[in-house]
């Protein structure tokens, strides 16, 4: 295999309320890996519009994931922090990708099949081809790394597949034109910590999403401390104390969530959340957990809303980072064209 320069890449759809599963499986996440890497964050805008988005509305969520992201500590200086709608290639080299892509393998995506539910006949077709345009988020860029949450396993992995099939499709031009046996890395999708599944307060067998009806099903990046202190109270838990071990906590899903939960926010395992409240009631638990979350996720919420308050600034921000983030894709779509043949302009 070529060395491909390492490079992160990760997006955030710009729908519904930022929640607990999005900050502790991403955006936490994001933040820590600027240490190491090089960093592209997305708010993917495209990918918002799958399913229908009132435009106004649209615009501001834009802003407030922004928001978001600056607000848990990506530095737009370093990280390259944009919307995907500013950066032409991500649509043009989806395009190309639909064309290496089988209908056999999205066949088998099993979020169309959530999101799409039972009406089936009335999806859009961007929300079934949603995977091959996240493919070429990630493949504009010939990112190595992605760091999200469980839920995203299988789109990584056919991420791979249409990069190893486009590298295998046209592996004599990849060859002739310098490019030496790969064009596109196989990247590695960066799935882990305590919180990769963060699960519905109401109900631990259910993911926390964006979508499902009940507010007290999650924690909002927004809420204030009286709001995420009635919401971690009122979470369904089951009657037995917290056992000492992690593997008490099988066949117990509320307990294991808030155990993960509370060992995300802390940077620590579940191991050691558990030496520490082994044996305590859950009303115990749930007060030191309050205090951990308004602790962490306080701050965050202040400073989302204050700059938001400035949208000029968020915006420039988004135009600085799209400028950069087409300066590294310009060039390998340009390299994809001339590999797959068509007669560029020159
Ligand atoms: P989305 O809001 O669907 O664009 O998701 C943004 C990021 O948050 C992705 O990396 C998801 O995998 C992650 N994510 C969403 N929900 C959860 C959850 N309940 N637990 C952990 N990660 C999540
Ligand atoms: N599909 C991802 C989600 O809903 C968002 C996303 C779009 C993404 N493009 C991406 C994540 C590229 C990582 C890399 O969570």
Redesign the pocket.
């Known amino acids: 295999m070529p060395a491909f320069k390492e490079l992160v890449f ?4 710009p ?2 309320n ?2 607990l ?2 900050y ?4 936490k996440r994001f933040v820590t890996m600027q240490a190491q890497y090089d960093c592209l964050y997305c708010v ?1 805008d495209l ?1 918002a519009i799958t399913v229908w988005q009132d435009p106004a509305e649209l615009t501001r969520q834009i802003r407030e994931v922004t928001a978001a992201f600056l607000a848990a500590g990506i530095d737009p200086a370093r990280s390259v922090v944009f919307n995907q709608s500013q950066v032409p290639q991500h649509a043009e080299l989806a395009w190309i990708f639909n064309c290496v892509a089988r209908l056999g393998w999205l066949n088998r995506m099993t979020q169309f099949k959530e999101k799409a539910g039972k009406d089936r006949e009335n999806a859009s077709v961007g929300l079934y081809d949603y995977p091959v345009l996240m493919a070429a988020d990630i493949l504009a860029y010939r990112a190595t790394h992605v ?6 396993k299988q789109h990584l992995e056919l991420t791979r597949d249409i990069a190893q099939k486009f590298n295998n499709d046209f592996a004599g031009a990849i060859a002739e034109q310098g490019h030496g046996e790969a064009f596109f890395p196989t990247t590695e999708p960066l799935i882990g910590g305590p ?5 519905s307060l109401r109900d631990g067998t259910k ?4 979508s499902d009806p009940s507010d007290y099903s999650r924690i909002n990046l927004t809420d204030d401390a009286d709001g995420i202190a009635q919401k971690v109270r009122k979470a369904k838990t089951d009657a037995e104390p917290l056992p000492s071990e992690t593997a008490g906590l099988e066949k117990r899903p509320e307990a294991d969530n808030l155990v993960g939960i509370f060992a995300a926010l802390n940077d620590v395992s579940r191991e050691d959340v558990l030496r520490d409240y082994g044996g305590a009631q859950f009303s115990a638990f749930k007060g030191a957990l309050v205090d951990l979350a308004v602790a962490k996720l306080g701050p965050i919420g202040a400073e989302m809303q204050r700059l938001v308050a400035d949208p000029g600034h968020i915006d420039a921000v988004l135009a600085n980072g799209a400028a950069r983030a087409e300066a590294i894709a310009a060039p390998n779509i340009a390299a994809v064209k001339d590999i797959v043949g068509f007669a560029r302009r020159r």
Do not use: F, Y
């Not at 993911?207 to 964006?210: L, N, P, V």
């Open positions: 990760s997006g955030v759809q729908t519904g930022l929640h599963g999005n502790l499986g991403a955006i993917v990918h760091p999200v949450g469980e839920d995203q919180a990769a599944r963060v699960m993911k926390m999403s964006k």
